[in-house]
């Protein structure tokens, strides 16, 4: 299974970017989906889970970001708004299933005026 992210970019703070991970195989083979960001200099942290259908968002997503699934196209999107400049960070999709852990190779989003 190969995991495809794209959709960073630079946007200004206050903008909007919607990521997406695109899956080779069924997404709706895996138990849970997720975006994970890692900022300059820092670890990797999550940002969005989602499992059969129960999104879980860090307090830093609450309000601001959706996490969502298209089964027919075998994608993952995160949807961020009001973004801050605390937000720049690497982003990467990431998928489980049966013990194994899958990840997107990342995509850069960078808030900055």
């Known amino acids: 299974v190969q995991l495809q992210a794209s959709g960073g970019g630079l946007v200004q703070p206050g903008g909007s970017l919607r990521l997406s991970c695109a899956a080779s195989g069924s997404i709706f083979n895996f138990g849970v989906l997720g975006w994970y960001r890692q900022p300059p200099g820092k670890q990797r942290e999550s940002v969005a889970t989602?499992?059969?259908?129960?999104?879980n968002y860090a307090d830093s997503a609450k309000g601001r970001f959706t996490i969502s699934v298209d089964i027919a196209k075998n994608t993952l999107y995160l949807r961020m708004n009001s973004l801050k400049p605390a937000d720049t960070a690497v982003y990467y999709c990431?998928?489980?299933?049966?013990?194994?852990?899958?990840w997107g190779q990342g995509t850069q989003v960078t808030v900055s005026s």
């Open positions: 990431r998928a489980d299933s049966s013990g194994v852990t899958y």
């Open positions: 989602i499992a059969r259908g129960t999104p």
